[in-house]
């Protein structure tokens, strides 16, 4: 059931579940979430070298493009790795918790506390300005603008909304993917550092 790491790496399992990627979800949210993150991060590629080709001239916007194209494709590989490493995450998870339930002398206990905490400090450090820019933006008057720029094909002013929704659920998604694997993989390291600092 996971019930030590859920309580001690919270804020890492809560950004795993919203991808989809905590082995202890329903079976439909395990097969429905990861891929439409997958789809949701393709789909953008198709758009940004569409760009790179129409606007190959424009120098500042092609380093935008390919710039743009190498984040996407960092969030999918991250993305892959999940999937292709599932059962072996789910495995390490496991072990993590049974290490919460063979140490049961306070000292050892305090150890694995102590490097969780270090673990969720690192999460809020990593997590925190990404996550808060897109939640809650600087205020600031700004202009009418969309987070990426692509030429989608039509007028963005005409199907600005769409767009926006589009990009912003994209970005979310993406910031997710980093963040949940990035700080979960440091989880696991830094439990694996308690268990050198208990064994001594």
Request: proline share 4%.
């Amino acid at each position: 059931m996971l019930t030590n790491i859920s309580r001690e790496y919270n804020v890492s399992v809560v950004l795993l579940s919203f991808l989809g990627l905590w082995p202890v979800q329903s079976k439909l949210t395990k097969r429905f979430l990861p891929p439409f993150c997958f789809i949701l991060s393709i789909s953008f590629l198709p758009l940004e070298i569409l760009t790179l080709y129409k606007h190959g001239h424009d120098g500042q916007l092609m380093f935008e493009c390919l710039y743009q194209i190498v984040i996407t494709l960092i969030f999918l590989v991250k993305l892959i790795n999940q999937f292709l490493n599932y059962n072996k995450i789910q495995r390490l998870y496991e072990s993590m918790e049974n290490h919460w339930n063979i140490f049961t002398d306070d000292i050892e206990v305090r150890i694995l506390k102590k490097y969780s905490h270090v673990a969720y400090q690192f999460t809020v450090s990593y997590a925190g300005p990404m996550l808060l820019d897109v939640i809650l933006p600087l205020n600031e008057s700004r202009t009418k603008n969309i987070a990426v720029y692509s030429d989608y094909g039509v007028d963005q002013d005409e199907y600005f909304v769409p767009i926006f929704v589009y990009t912003t659920v994209m970005i979310m998604v993406g910031i997710n993917i980093l963040v949940a694997t990035d700080t979960m993989h440091v989880s696991c390291t830094v439990h694996a550092c308690s268990l050198f600092r208990i064994i001594g």
